[in-house]
């Protein structure tokens, strides 16, 4: 898909050798040519940190991990932010009547399916209320693409 392959241009970009392997070297000369060297301080802690097999260099399959990695961090700091604005109390949880105070007068799927999942079932922190993992698995739930069976 495109974002596999924007992935798989930007190892490319900084494995200068060819070699299938991003070195310590690689990444300094990449980050300078972007005029980025002092956005990174310790590039080597990066690197092994990053750098699963020990090898010394980031392989491809551990960049992906990484670059997939980072943009479900990405994705669960986004969900956090849409979280507190339906928690308005700060108590930790949605309670329905948070959750109706901020959708009414909206047709948001998310929240529809916040809304019966907090009063159809008793959750982890009681009937009528969910915490963010709770909502994390609503929204992975109601996000995942639809498959067509015709």
């Known amino acids: 898909?495109?974002?596999?392959?924007?992935?798989?241009?930007?190892?490319?970009?900084?494995?200068?050798?060819?070699?299938?392997?991003?070195?310590?070297?690689?990444?300094?000369?990449?980050?300078?040519?972007?005029?980025?060297?002092?956005?990174?301080?310790?590039?080597?802690?990066?690197?092994?940190?990053?750098?699963?097999?020990?090898?010394?260099?980031?392989?491809?399959t551990e960049f992906l991990a990484a670059a997939l990695d980072h943009k479900t961090h990405l994705h669960e700091e986004a969900c956090w932010t849409a979280f507190n604005v339906f928690e308005q109390d700060k108590n930790g949880c949605i309670s329905q009547d948070e959750l109706l105070r901020v959708t009414s007068g909206s047709s948001m799927s998310t929240a529809s399916s916040l809304s019966s999942s907090s009063r159809s079932s008793a959750t982890s922190v009681g009937i009528g209320r969910i915490d963010f993992k709770e909502f994390m698995t609503i929204v992975r739930e109601t996000s995942r693409p639809r498959v067509r069976t015709w």
Request: contains cysteine; hydrophobic residues 40%.
């Open 1 to 60: 898909d495109r974002q596999t392959g924007l992935l798989r241009s930007a190892f490319y970009a900084f494995d200068s050798t060819g070699n299938g392997m991003i070195t310590l070297d690689d990444l300094k000369n990449c980050l300078e040519k972007l005029g980025l060297q002092d956005e990174v301080p310790n590039l080597q802690q990066a690197l092994e940190e990053i750098d699963i097999a020990g090898a010394g260099a980031i392989s491809y």
